[in-house]
């Protein structure tokens, strides 16, 4: 009883770690998508601004 509760008590001790670093991963993933986003339609302004005589 008492190793199986131990047991059970470090594998949620474990989840709840993994738990915040799936979070930050997606967020860091997101984040970069957003970047990404932001410097293509930059690129995209100064393409338009060579583009104009």
Do not use: C, T
């Not at 190793?3 to 738990?19: A, E, K, P, Q």
């Not at 991963?25 to 998508?33: E, K, M, P, R, T």
């Amino acid at each position: 009883m008492g190793i199986l509760f131990r047991f059970v008590v470090s594998w949620m001790l474990d989840w709840f770690d993994i738990v915040p670093m799936i979070q930050l991963i997606s967020l860091a993933s997101l984040g970069f998508d957003l970047k990404v986003d932001f410097i293509f339609l930059l690129v995209q302004k100064n393409e338009a601004k060579k583009a104009r005589p």
